[in-house]
């Protein structure tokens, strides 16, 4: 079955550091998605991602967050210079439909820590 | 945005008991989706119910939605201990948003 695949698993990161995370979507969506959950915490919506541009993006995603889709098949999130707070599970999600028409399919997160 | 708010914040039952979680939301939706996260895993998306269906079921659940109410419930049946998870009802516009969740526990 076609799954939303993410790298790194786990990364650790000094504060102010630069840092990307990887997903790759399933190959025939169009839509994507990137959320985050604190440890304990909601998941929280971040961006979401159509035909090559932002398509909404919540008061978290600021200027310190980035997304690119590089080729054809990655997506990706950079957080510029990474802050302690922004230690968090981040998980991509790409749906065929736009969000709320069809099911979101979820990888199964990066795990950032910044110290 | 909306989002959609799940009560009970946690529920702890006995396996074979049945599970009940409730969800509200603010403004109108075209649907309203349940999600389940098993410890620090990805969500897995378990059933959609549109604005003009009332039930809907999928194996051993149930989803009921009220319009009128802005409300909707999530009922497993039968519950087993692999049901332990958090559960999320999500609603769009815009963009998909997650509620904060129920965390159901089943005591085997």
């Known amino acids: 079955e076609p799954e939303v695949t993410q790298t790194p698993s786990h990364q650790v990161t000094q504060m102010g550091q630069e840092v990307i995370l990887r997903c790759v979507p399933i190959?025939?969506?169009?839509?994507f998605y990137w959320y985050r959950q604190i440890l304990g915490q909601k998941v929280e919506f971040l961006v979401s991602?159509?035909?090559?541009?932002?398509?909404?993006k919540s008061e978290i995603f600021d200027d310190q967050f980035s997304v690119e889709r590089p080729d054809g098949s990655n997506f990706t999130l950079k957080i510029r210079s990474t802050k302690l707070e922004d230690s968090a599970m981040y998980f991509c999600a790409s749906s065929e439909d736009r969000a709320g028409t069809g099911e979101l399919f979820f990888g199964e997160g990066s795990r950032l820590t910044v110290l | 945005s909306q989002q959609g708010e799940e009560d009970p914040q946690a529920l702890s039952i006995q396996e074979g008991e049945n599970a009940t979680m409730n969800c509200s939301y603010k403004t109108s939706i075209n649907n309203l989706q349940w999600y389940r996260q098993n410890s620090g895993r990805g969500l897995v998306h378990l059933i959609l119910?549109?604005?003009?269906?009332r039930e809907k079921h999928s194996g051993r659940l149930r989803v009921t939605l009220d319009t009128s109410k802005k409300s909707s419930s999530l009922l497993i049946t039968a519950s087993r201990a692999a049901d332990t998870a958090s559960y999320f009802c999500?609603?769009?516009?815009?963009?998909?948003?997650f509620g904060a969740g129920t965390r159901l526990t089943v005591k085997p």
């Open positions: 190959s025939n969506h169009l839509y």
């Open positions: 999500a609603t769009l516009r815009g963009d998909m948003r």
């Open positions: 991602f159509y035909n090559n541009e932002i398509s909404e």
């Open positions: 119910i549109r604005s003009n269906e």
